[in-house]
Nanobody, 120 residues
């Protein structure tokens, strides 16, 4: 289990930007590096969906609807992962969760979630 702490959610108008940060303060760097870090979101009445993920090596993956607007970035030295969200839309409104999992995990570890609300 990886202890994850999220920050950076809030209320923003459509077209605005937010940056989410997920830190793993109690994890040693080698363990952090072995995890695929991801951001998921869950809107009311909808299933949780993967927004973006990044492994130590390889290109990040994005949900089609956020490509070109969101950027995931790992800071392995600081054991953090950020999600820069630009050109936000009302449909991006959701609780965003950070996830850490290894390639053998079915679920991994989850952060507490942070609310992102985009007003029209």
């Amino acid at each position: 289990q990886v202890y994850l702490v999220e920050s950076g959610g809030g209320l923003v108008q459509a077209g605005g930007s937010l940056r989410l940060t997920c830190a793993a303060p109690r994890t040693i760097t080698s363990v952090f590096n072995s995890n695929i870090m991801g951001w998921y979101r869950q809107a009311p009445g909808k299933q949780r969906e993967l927004v973006a993920s990044a492994s130590l090596r390889g290109a990040p993956n994005y949900l089609d609807s956020v490509k070109g607007r969101f950027t995931i970035a790992r800071d392995n030295a600081r054991k953090r992962v950020t999600l820069q969200m630009n050109s936000l839309k009302p449909e991006d409104t959701a609780v965003y969760y950070c996830n850490a999992r290894t390639s053998s995990d079915s679920d991994g570890s989850w952060g507490q979630g942070t609310q992102v609300t985009v007003s029209s």
